[in-house]
Every structure is written in structure tokens, then in C-alpha cells.
């Protein structure tokens, strides 16, 4: 059984910064891409950022230039350092990858509150 497991989040003010991580556990053959999406209160899930295997990245227009993505595949890890963050980036931040080239996981989700 595969599984993905956010950490990270928290209460930031705005300005500040955080850096989530996703770490994925159980039979792992291989991971192809990965991302990080959002939900916030009364909105429909939106892509964050992906990454593919050999590292390109994609990012929604509202977080260039101020979210970085990256991923460890040692570790099978993949993090997304969030600077400068803004009240409108409070959401539920959520994980996903595809594993083993068999359909998408997601992680449960880790709360990002900006706010002063």
C-alpha cells in the first residue's frame, strides 16, 4: 500500500515563509510526476505547482516567483518552499504523485494559514 504524507504547514504572517514536505511510503517501484495542490474554503482544488520526473516544473501564475518545488527521489521526498506568502495563499495544501505508473495518490492535506 502506497502513502503520502504532508507536513509542514502551520500560521504564517504574511510576508513569511514555510516549506512543506511530502514524503512517500509503502511499494515503491517508481515515482513519475509529482505536484502540490490547494483548496480553500468554499473553492475548488487548484494546482499549486508540478514537477515532473526529470525535474521540470510548472507553476500556477498566482505563485511564480515566490513558490519553489522540488523533489528528492532518494528520499522520496518532494517539497515546496512557500516565500512571501499572502493571506489569499491560505488553504488546505495537498500532495499528490504518480506512483509506480499506476493511477494518482494523494496525501491528506496539511493547513497553510496566512494571517496577521
Known sequence: QVQLVE????????????????????SIFNIDAMG?????PGKQRELVATISRGGFT???DS???RFTISRDDA???????MNNLKPEDTAVYYCA???NSVG?????GTQVTVSS
Open 97 to 99: 504523485a504518480t506512483i
Open 75 to 81: 528520499k522520496n521526498t518532494m517539497y515546496l518552499q
Open 36 to 40: 502540490w495542490y490547494r483548496q480553500a
Open 7 to 26: 507536513s509542514g504547514g502551520g500560521l504564517v504572517q504574511p510576508g513569511g515563509s514555510l516549506r512543506l514536505s511530502c514524503v512517500a511510503s509503502g
Open 58 to 60: 510548472n507553476y500556477a
Open 63 to 65: 505563485v511564480k516567483g
Open 104 to 108: 494518482i495518490h494523494w496525501g491528506q
